[in-house]
Structure formats: C-alpha cells, structure tokens
C-alpha cells in the first residue's frame, strides 16, 4: 500500500469553534430563524476524508480528487494524506489553470484500485464591515484572468446586454454588484432536479429564459455578469462540511456523510473591499427548499437574513476545492475539459466514469470536526 504525508504549510495555531445544535430536520415555516449573521471569530480545524473504489476496473485505472488548495484569510490548509494501491499517486496541476489535484494511476492488473485522500484544513466565517475600505491592492493580471470569458461563461451577446441592463443608473462598483446580485435573486430560481450541481452554460440559460439550476448554475450566471460589466468575479468550488450554526437546514450538510454537499460560492471584487463573499445560489436554495411551499419573495422573514447575509458574508461550514473554469485532468485520456473540478474524477480502458453517480463509480466524503 502507498501511504505518503504531504505538508503544504506549516501548522498554524487557531481555535476551532463547535457548531452550536444545528438541527437537519426540514424547518416548518412558522419557526423560521430570524437570523444569519456571519462573524470572522476563531478558525475551526476539520478532516476532510474522500475514499473512492473501482469495484470491478476495464484495464488501467486514473482517478483524480480535488484538493482544498486556497490559503486565504477564511481557509487554510494544513497538509494531506494519502494511502493507495496505485502504482503512482502524486499532486498534479492542470497546465492551463493551475489548480491542484491528487491523480493516481492504476495498473491494469489492479482489479479494484483504491485511493483515499485525507486533508486537514482551517475555516472560518468571513463578514464584511461596510464602513473599512482598507484591502489591499489585488494583483493586476489575477483580475485581468478573473474578467476573461470561458467555455460557458461568455461576457459578449446576451450576458452583456444584461448585465447592463441590470446595472443601469449604478452609481459605482459596490452599487453595480449589489444590483446583480438583487438581479439574479428575484429572475432566477433554484432547481430541485438539476443533476448535481449544474454545468454553468449562462448562455443558454439567458437565451432560453429558463434560469433555473442549482450552485455552479445560479452563481456562475452571477460570476459571468459581474465579468461582462467590468467586475472582476470568479466561482469557488468547494464542498460544505457541517450543519449550519443559524439553524437552516439547506445552508449545512451531515459530516459523516458529504455525498451531494457539494456547493459553489461566489465572490466579485471592488476596489477597496477586496474580493467580497457573495452566494445568491444559497439564497435561492433557501427559498426553494428551506420550508415546505415555495418562497418567492425576498423580503419573507425566512429568506431576508440570508439575502442580506450572504452579500458580503458566508459561513465558515464550508470549504473550497479551488476557482478554476475550463480545467483539463492531466494524463487524462479522454478528450474535452471539464466546466470545473468538484467532484472526484476516474476513467478506464471503457472511458469516464459519471462524477454523479458515487453508487457506481463508488466514492464517499466525510469530514470530522476537530475541537482538541
């Protein structure tokens, strides 16, 4: 077996915060919270396991897991683990992207490859104070990627028609942001049957007037019009780790069980503030899901704490793989790239596996909050 320790950072010092009785059980309407306050406190600590397994391989066998690899002031990573019976195991970079991932290689004599990734990470809540305008300046060409348009997020045609009509009168950034933001909360609408968590065509969303998805939907459609009115903005793929503290049950996730707690966020950046912590796809989510009739106002008691929440805030129950648009899987032999990497990835001699159905292609994700 192939067992190898890799420490990426050294070990920072934190206090981890322990959730406060969260409950999973759906909410009733009439006992809807009040509240969805963020606080940048103390860092909590998690181990955040991924174990796959090929029950029965056609020839040789490639996996690729993604990776917690954002340092920022909201997470940090610790280090990771890996056992494998694998021939290779090793962190590899999509050449064009740069985002990071574990790929291990199966020989075809292998009949059931197996692979688990553990990582130890650091998270906390991010909240914003609208009165500081002190962030420093953002590196020129890392805003200049972050305006670019991918494979399906174009900034031209009917993306930019709307986003300019969305900001029309917008006094500045800040206003700009605010307003598509408002924008896609009140036009598009979280989809229960969406497969996973979406493919982010914006395009063909606005051109068929059909936008309803789920996160890599909703937020990309808020990332992709933030880019074509200047804003530089970007989607950060991740996975959620824990119940929710505030109470709502679609804002958290069972840490013993993570299959389906994949979840992007979104964040836009305005001079000044930095990059600020968006998430109108929550916000749908709890409009759609959170009680039993379908919310469709913003203003609902239920809803206005986590519409005003999450425009600058989120919670620190969550973690991000990376932000990377249009990634190839190095070594892969299956043409095409991929719209993002959030989910583990394996292919054999008979092609790639289906990232949505972890049944099959069978892999589980779990984390464990560590408090000591």
């Not at 970079?93 to 199966?106: I, T, Y």
């Not at 969303?205 to 804003?231: H, Q, S």
């Not at 679609?250 to 950046?269: D, F, I, N, V, W």
Request: glycine share 8%; aromatic share 8%.
């Amino acid at each position: 077996m192939f067992n190898r320790p890799l420490s990426r950072r050294d070990a920072l010092t934190g206090s981890a915060a322990l959730l406060a009785g969260a409950s999973l059980a759906p909410l009733a309407h009439a006992q809807a919270p009040r509240r969805f306050e963020p606080r940048q406190a103390g860092w909590r600590t998690f181990e955040l396991s991924t174990a796959v397994a090929v029950p029965v391989a056609k020839g040789a066998t490639r996996l690729w897991l993604p990776l917690p690899d954002l340092d920022t002031d909201f997470q940090r990573t610790l280090d990771h683990h890996w056992t494998s019976n694998a021939s290779q195991v090793r962190i590899v970079a999509d050449a064009g992207q740069g985002v990071r991932m574990l790929f291990a290689e199966f020989a075809a004599s292998v009949a059931a490859p197996e692979l688990k990734l553990t990582s130890r990470i650091q998270t906390r809540d991010r909240s914003i104070d609208w009165g500081v305008r002190n962030a420093p300046v953002e590196d020129p060409a890392l805003l200049r990627a972050n305006l670019a348009p991918t494979e399906l997020l174009p900034t031209d045609g009917i993306v930019r028609a709307t986003a300019q009509q969305a900001t029309r009168g917008a006094r500045d950034d800040l206003d700009r942001v605010r307003r598509l933001y408002d924008w896609v909360v009140a036009n598009a609408h979280r989809e229960p049957k969406t497969r996973g968590c979406g493919t982010g065509d914006i395009k063909s969303m606005l051109e068929t007037g059909n936008l309803g998805g789920k996160c890599a939907d909703l937020n990309a459609i808020f990332v992709g019009l933030c880019r074509a009115v200047g804003i530089p903005a970007r989607d950060l793929y991740g996975i959620r780790l824990a119940p929710s503290s505030f109470g709502y049950r679609e804002l958290g996730a069972a840490s013993a069980s993570l299959k389906g707690a994949q979840h992007c966020r979104a964040e836009a950046y305005v001079q000044g503030y930095g990059w600020l912590a968006m998430d109108p796809a929550d916000v749908l989510k709890v409009m759609r899901q959170e009680s039993a009739q379908w919310i469709k106002d913003p203003k609902d008691p239920l809803v206005a704490p986590v519409v005003k929440g999450l425009f600058g805030n989120w919670e620190g129950n969550w973690v991000a793989w990376n932000t990377a648009h249009d990634v190839t899987l190095p070594g892969t032999r299956t043409p095409g790239r991929l719209p993002f990497l959030m989910y583990p990835q394996g292919e054999d001699d008979s092609g790639r596996f289906d990232e949505l159905a972890p049944d099959h292609f069978t892999y589980t994700i779990s984390a464990r909050e560590i408090t000591a």
